[in-house]
């Protein structure tokens, strides 16, 4: 079945650190793939998204390449924020708006 | 331009209750999801309307259910509530295409005693 898997949390950086949360994800077909943000106290939004092979989506700084031949979506920044502090969750999406989302990465950021 | 509005943020029931949530989409979105957050089982899928009708449901047993109205906003129903349906729902609205990001609403936090 389709699936995501998100690296554990909580991820603890110190300000202006490299940022990487590893996403991988099981497809029956071509799925979208995205990363949402969901900050303290607030709903989820939506980061950045790629549609198909080798795409990279980017926002706010951060990255993500669609890999199909090792079937990840790796989050990037080069230097995080204290106001980067949330939870990162990745996600796909091919059939209609049925979206499979990771459990969630926690990402703490210290002054 | 308004997001999407839950209502209401908070909810206290007790077991064997019923109850209905409510979601406003953002103005021209004609789809609207609702997930279930557990801090065990993550983000759930539960089931998708666009133009009034059901497109996709995910895996929960019958007594959830929804329905959307001509105006697209939408209700979420849950009847003979268990503890286990104690979560946050979250509803999320979208253009209505495949692959459209999904904009969600801030949640209504059940919490069945």
């Known amino acids: 079945g389709d699936s995501v898997t998100q690296m554990e949390g909580p991820v603890t950086l110190s300000e202006e650190a490299f940022l990487t949360i590893n996403c991988t994800y099981t497809a029956t077909g071509y799925p979208s793939l995205f990363w949402y943000v969901q900050y303290p106290g607030e709903g989820l939004q939506l980061l950045l998204k790629a549609t198909k092979a080798d795409d990279k989506g980017s926002n706010k700084g951060f990255e993500a390449t669609y890999r199909k031949e090792t079937t990840s979506f790796h989050l990037e920044k080069g230097s995080v924020q204290v106001s980067d502090s949330a939870v990162y969750f990745c996600a796909l999406n091919y059939n209609f708006n049925k979206f499979y989302f990771g459990s969630g990465t926690k990402l703490n950021v210290k002054p | 331009k308004a997001g999407v509005t839950q209502t209401p943020r908070y909810l206290i029931k007790t077991r064997g209750q019923q109850v209905t949530l409510s979601c406003s989409p953002i103005?021209?979105?004609?789809?609207v999801s609702w997930y279930q957050q557990t801090p065990g089982q993550g983000l759930q899928f539960l089931f998708e309307?666009?133009?009034?009708?059901?497109?996709n449901k995910g895996n929960f047993p019958g007594r959830f259910s929804g329905r959307q109205f001509s105006n697209s906003r939408s209700e979420m129903n849950v009847s003979t509530l268990e503890l286990g349906d104690s979560a946050l729902y979250l509803c999320?609205?979208?253009?209505?295409?495949?692959?459209?990001?999904?904009?969600f609403g801030n949640g209504t936090r059940l919490t069945v005693t």
């Open positions: 103005s021209g979105h004609r789809s």
């Open positions: 309307y666009f133009s009034e009708t059901q497109r």
């Open positions: 999320a609205s979208s253009l209505g295409p495949a692959y459209s990001p999904l904009h």
